[in-house]
């Protein structure tokens, strides 16, 4: 590779979320990441194999519930990628101190300069282009720039969030090749009534806010010492008293419970000056309900998925999976059914978003009283020194 695309980069794996949007099949015991939505391997799997390339990538840091700790044994065997270390969260607390956590595994276990974070349950129709994508963003993260990944959009979807790009970077004549197609962030905008999608699609300028994003390391930590002081030292110090069982890092509970429960956007790429876009169309979907996955699916002539024992008559635009027993639809246009054998799901597509209230519902319905990790060091990391490069990183330096 030429120097400015030079230096490897650690992946970090946001592996977490519920995926309740996609119940019945979906659950707590195994959520969306670990479901064989498209193709033959899970979405997790998929996401692994996407960064397997070993000159551009190092090995990942997984951030992880340790619910799903025998599940993520043996979706880690079956892609055949080790991680450097799986990170499990003590409690959900959004994207910010998932991201924390994973930067300061990264500087103490020296491995990349940059960390890709990529969210687990997003399906990549063309990974190539996305790869192009990274390779290009590199320029901006070598001078500093926090680059997120924006989606050209199909069409005015209001389940997304956007991004406005603003101006070209450029860093003078002898760069500007590097930079090329790497936009200044104008501002976010939450997800949008329909009329404003369409108005700002045609007034262009406006991409599908991806959750994919690439950070350097070192000013990632410091940037979010300025804008999140407490996040950042409740992360520190959650990971100097965790337990350690060979890859696995249990932070300590009761220090992380200190760290804000915020996203990435609005914790850092929202406030910083340094924020920067990459537009790209890698054919992505967030697979964030079952028209989202109807729309990935191969479908029959009157636009009918189905998948497992299924029977339909005189229905079109439906998307019919049965897990289960036999699965008959009549005389229906536009729905979802989904049968798991354990739990039925109807609904027309136009409400697929509202999916997650029933799983809501099932889960307070059912809700039982699980137990929290253990706390307390039992164990050392993977690098002996450990514990002597996390007590390095706070207090952090400030960004000139």
């Given at each position: 590779m030429a120097n400015e695309t030079s230096g490897l980069i650690t992946p970090v794996i946001l592996a977490g979320g519920s995926g309740t949007r996609l119940w019945p099949l979906s659950s707590d015991q195994r959520p969306k990441q670990f479901q064989t939505v498209s193709g033959r391997r899970s979405m997790f799997q998929q996401t692994l194999m996407r960064i397997a390339d070993p000159g551009r990538f190092t090995a990942p840091i997984i951030i992880a519930n340790h619910h799903h700790a025998d599940l993520l044994d043996a979706?880690?065997?079956?892609?055949?990628?080790k991680p450097a270390a799986i990170v499990f969260e003590p409690e959900?607390?959004?994207?910010?101190?998932?991201?924390?956590?994973?930067a300061m595994m990264v500087l103490a276990l020296r491995l990349g300069d940059n960390?890709?974070?990529?969210?687990?349950?997003?399906?990549i129709g063309n990974p190539g282009k996305l790869i192009s994508a990274i390779d290009k963003a590199r320029a901006a993260?070598?001078?500093?720039f926090f680059v997120t990944f924006g989606i050209t959009p199909s069409g005015p979807e209001t389940c997304y969030g956007y991004i406005r790009q603003g101006a070209q970077l450029t860093d003078g004549a002898d760069m500007a090749d590097h930079i090329a197609g790497i936009f200044h962030v104008e501002r976010f905008v939450e997800k949008p009534p329909r009329d404003k999608a369409e108005a700002m699609l045609a007034e262009g300028g406006y991409l599908w806010n991806s959750g994919m994003f690439l950070f350097p390391v070192t000013a990632l930590l410091s940037e979010l010492s300025r804008l999140q002081p407490a996040t950042v030292k409740a992360c520190q110090q959650s990971l100097t008293a965790a337990r350690i069982e060979g890859r696995a890092v249990h932070p300590d509970g009761l220090a992380f419970s200190d760290a804000e429960a915020i996203s990435i956007d609005y914790a850092l790429m929202e406030k910083t000056e340094h924020a920067a876009v990459v537009p790209t169309d890698p054919l992505w979907n967030d697979v964030g309900s079952w028209t989202?996955?109807?729309q990935m699916s191969d479908r029959d002539q009157l636009q009918n998925v189905t998948i497992g024992d299924v029977i339909?008559?005189?229905?079109?635009?439906?998307?019919?999976r049965s897990e289960?027993?036999?699965t008959a639809v009549v005389g229906l246009s536009d729905v979802i059914v989904v049968n798991t054998g354990d739990a039925v799901i109807v609904a027309a597509k136009s409400h697929a978003q509202?999916?997650?209230?029933?799983?809501?519902?099932?889960?307070?319905?059912?809700?039982?009283?699980?137990?929290?990790?253990p706390t307390g060091k039992v164990d050392t990391i993977l690098d002996p020194a450990m514990e002597e490069s996390l007590a390095e990183i706070m207090p952090l330096p400030r960004r000139a």
């Open positions: 979706e880690i065997a079956a892609s055949g990628i959900g607390r959004n994207t910010a101190p998932a991201i924390t956590l994973a960390i890709l974070v990529m969210p687990s349950d997003h399906a993260v070598r001078r500093g989202s996955v109807w339909l008559h005189d229905v079109s635009g439906a998307y019919v289960g027993p036999l509202d999916i997650r209230r029933i799983a809501e519902a099932v889960k307070s319905r059912s809700a039982a009283a699980v137990g929290t990790p």
